[in-house]
């Protein structure tokens, strides 16, 4: 009696045998690469390098972000990190964290650009693009930047957003900073159209809700105009000038 089997059921059994042993051998090697990479200092955040900051320094950054050398790089979750350093610095805008396979922790800050100054209580806070009061100008120092104003201001919280001006602070980021020079002041009392007042004493009356877009038209309207001296301008369509009496306009 033949009790060997088939040769057909003898090759499926061989067949099975060695596919276990592939598997158990591409487990085990898994299991020592994981095992061998647990145990290398590739597994641990062995340094941090954050780029991308110019108001703060990248000591701040790491210190706000909360994660000591060494520590797992399981540990390290990106979102609570970029979290974490926003909340701790209103100047940063956005934040990307990303662990990479050399052990090193990267941080990418955008910060937010600082777009006009803002007077209240017998202080001036400087603004950030979002309306965010970043920090108080001292006595003496060089501004720079447009002043925004309102009828009744209101009191300011640093790290807060002044509320009456955030729609203006994110207009004025949207200006190139050459013409954003030339602004000397943004009252923002009507809530349809602002009036600007620019270094060279011309008065503009801009429509609050395109005022990026309208006031991208100033410089070419100004060299139509610039024979006849300073005066107001409304920035509509068509736009309209009036020259002031004596060529100089109402404030310096």
């Not at 276990?20 to 690469?33: N, P, Q, V, W």
């Not at 970029?82 to 922790?105: E, Y």
Request: positive net charge; glycine residues 10%.
């Amino acid at each position: 009696m033949n009790t060997g089997g088939t040769p057909g059921a003898k090759g499926k059994a061989e067949g099975g045998r060695r596919l276990r042993a592939r598997i158990l051998l591409f487990a085990f090697l898994l299991g020592s690469a994981v095992a061998l990479f647990f145990g290398s200092p590739l597994s641990r955040v062995r340094h941090i390098h954050v780029e991308g900051t110019h108001s703060l320094t990248p000591a701040e950054v790491e210190q706000a972000a909360g994660v000591p050398l060494g520590t797992w790089w399981f540990e390290v979750k990106p979102a609570e990190v970029a979290a974490r350093i926003q909340r701790a610095f209103p100047l940063a805008a956005d934040v990307r964290v990303h662990f990479n396979w050399t052990g090193s922790l990267d941080i990418s800050v955008r910060e937010k650009g600082v777009v006009a100054v803002f007077p209240s209580g017998g202080a001036w806070y400087r603004l950030l693009e979002d309306g965010t009061a970043l920090d108080v100008v001292r006595p003496g120092e060089t501004i720079g930047m447009p002043l925004i104003t309102v009828g009744a201001p209101p009191q300011v919280t640093l790290g807060k957003p002044v509320a009456p001006v955030v729609a203006s602070c994110r207009q004025l980021a949207l200006l190139p900073p050459e013409l954003r020079a030339q602004l000397a002041e943004v009252h923002v009392g009507d809530s349809t159209m602002w009036t600007v007042y620019t270094v060279d004493h011309y008065e503009l009356h801009v429509p609050a809700q395109e005022f990026a877009q309208r006031m991208q038209w100033f410089p070419q309207i100004r060299d139509q105009v610039k024979d006849r001296g300073p005066g107001e301008i409304w920035l509509t369509d068509p736009f309209r000038y009036s020259p002031f009496p004596g060529g100089k306009g109402g404030r310096s």
